[in-house]
């Protein structure tokens, strides 16, 4: 069971915190006792999050007042499952903190429901890691792992919540359903676990 989450996007000022606080929220009404934080890849501490993310979450009954934190060793550390944006930000994240790769997942790769995608993630990520650690050892990858790995990523939808930064409050607004609908799926995996 996963009693520490954490949502990373970029600048811990969008999409993220929207995140952790619809999670927040979705949790306490299904009466799953967890903590959920959330930070960025490129995060400055204290920075406050966007008014776009911040009335969203505020029409939604979310008062929590939220500002951005970057990612780092310590909360890593603090994470049972950490749910990246995109799959960039889980690369990224995975690259600086090499610990993190058993838990660290895209939020949409992790919540997904369909078993064939979940089989082809699970089975992707296992390639993943091995070459990951091949490399890590100095150890040559193969062209033969590459395009077994490139096959396994061809076949998958795309993981990836689209960033709104910069957009009008329709973009956010996008975003944020988006992310509701897959907090919802996570939710409903979580209680089964």
């Known amino acids: ?44 501490n204290g920075s406050p999050i966007s008014k776009h993310s911040a009335d969203i979450l505020q029409e939604k009954g979310i008062t929590d007042k939220l500002t951005s934190s970057a990612v780092t060793e310590d909360t890593v550390a603090w994470a049972d499952l950490i749910l990246t944006m995109t799959m960039g930000h889980k690369q990224q994240l995975i690259r600086r903190y090499p610990e993190a790769v058993d838990i660290a997942y895209t939020l949409k790769e992790f919540a997904e429901d369909d078993p064939a995608v979940t089989e082809a993630i699970a089975r992707r990520q296992k390639l993943h890691t091995e070459l990951q650690i091949k490399q890590a050892l100095g150890e040559p990858v193969t062209k033969a792992e590459q395009e077994e790995l490139q096959q396994a990523e061809a076949g998958l939808p795309g993981f990836d919540i689209a960033d709104p930064y910069g957009g009008d409050r329709r973009t956010y607004q996008r975003s944020a359903d988006e992310i509701e609908a897959y907090l919802m799926k996570l939710i409903r995996k979580l209680s089964q676990m």
């Open 1 to 44: 069971m996963y009693e520490r989450i954490l949502f990373v996007c970029t600048g811990n000022t969008c999409r993220s915190p929207m995140a952790e606080g619809l999670f927040r929220k979705l949790a306490e009404r299904e009466g799953l006792k967890m903590e959920v934080r959330s930070a960025g890849v490129a995060a400055w």
